[in-house]
């Protein structure tokens, strides 16, 4: 049983300002997994006078001295690269060997990127007559989601360090055993006091006091559109800067070749990892209309040879990580039985022989239409939704017919048909037959959300601009 009952502020571990906790359930189990303390606007208050103190020195730190702070929290991360693993499986039921790969893999991943970035970087550049000055924005106050725990910390808060910001946490209390191990790293890495902070608790009270707050001077939040929304609302009397990743329905364009049964085998496994949870996930399959039979009996061997069960295990596919959560699914599942998509595999319900915990069944719509709501919506399980297309056209205004526009994949032999059809999908980040890049820019189109992470496109976001015009005199 886990318990953390204390915020980590001014580089101590410190008790709420008034004690208030809640139970952690694992959803593997659905037995009570620890217990962590809930915040409440003055740990708030404190954590960022904390965070406005620890920049006055921290913005006027060089390269080389961040680097080295970055390069100690490098040594002390891989020390505990098996407890975060473990942390995860625990936390949101990624299983063991995603939780100890991938998962920790983009959290050292993101740091390495800052480092190199950081290494590469001149916040001075002349042109012309004026000089052009990057200049750390300030206090951020980071908003983090439950579904790629380490990732989604890490990609908001190794940039900003970077930059020279100071940063106030606020964790998923969905999962929060990988954040207060990362709290744990960078206070044994010896960041300044003040520079790094967390505070555990509910959105709607941490959250809104972060948006609200006068002394932040940005906040960055993932999560759903309506979150997003809200922490814009309340941020806006601020005139703070906010950046969103918010939600997805990002479609796998397939093209009509030999390698199409591979290609969507390929996609339902992209699709089931992580149990579906990826904000990221392509659960809009895209194939030709007169290929529909073969795409059906590819995706239906796939999903169904899909090992699904205890995290801790050697399965491809968990739980996901709550009980209404597991109940959103099944509400979306039974939506598209009643719209008339067809139901290819899987269904309501748990996988057979799993009566406790909460497991979804591997699940695979064919025929489906694109204003059907599995269509629109996103689901945000193991649901892979698959929808015919005439032609190239046809294709792309299907893919191109959502709110949303965060991510995608084109799969093909034809390299410059994949390409062209990249160029036309309206998405941030489209990948070609799964290609993947820490350097490349990760963000939202529409109401997937706006500015950047990852590399120096998510590095740059934490910086404000200045121009020193006269900075070297006009000739005569």
Known sequence: MREYLKFYI???????????????????????SGTIALGSEADVDKAVAAARKAFATWSQTTKEERLAVLERIQEEMGKRAEDLGAAVTEEMGAPSFLANGFHIGLGQGHLGTAIEVLKGFEPEELRGNTMIRHEPIGVVGMITPWNWPINQVTVKVFPALAAGC??????????????????EIFDAAGVPAGVFNMVQGRGSVIGTALAQHVDVDMVSITGSESAGVQVAINAAPTVKRVTQELGGKSVNFILDDEDLAANVAKGIGGMMLNSGQTCSATSRMLVPM???????????????????????????????VSKSQFESIQGYIKQGMEEGAELVTGGPGRPEGLEKGFYVKPTVFANVTNDMVIAREEIFGPVQVIIGYDDIDHGIAIANDSPF?????????????????????????VSINDGFDFMCPFGGYKRSGNGREWGAFGFHEYFEV???LGYVPAEG
């Not at 208030?20 to 694992?26: A, D, H, K, P, Y």
């Not at 039979?293 to 596919?317: C, F, L, N, R, S």
């Not at 799969?411 to 059809?421: F, I, Q, S, Y």
């Open 166 to 183: 100071t940063v106030v946490l606020k964790p998923s209390q969905e999962a929060h055993f990988s954040a207060q191990i990362l709290a």
């Open 466 to 468: 200045k121009g020193m």
């Open 405 to 429: 526009g965060l991510a995608g994949n084109v799969a093909g032999k034809d390299l410059e048909g994949c390409r062209a059809v990249a160029r036309r999908i309206r998405s941030g980040w």
């Open 290 to 320: 007169s290929r529909m039979a073969e795409a059906i009996a590819a995706a239906k061997q796939a999903a169904e040879a899909t090992v699904v069960g205890d995290p801790t295990t050697d399965v491809y596919m968990g739980p996901v």
């Open 10 to 32: 001014d580089g101590q571990w410190v008790d709420p300002v008034t004690m208030q906790t809640t139970n952690t359930i694992n959803p593997a189990t659905e037995e009570v």
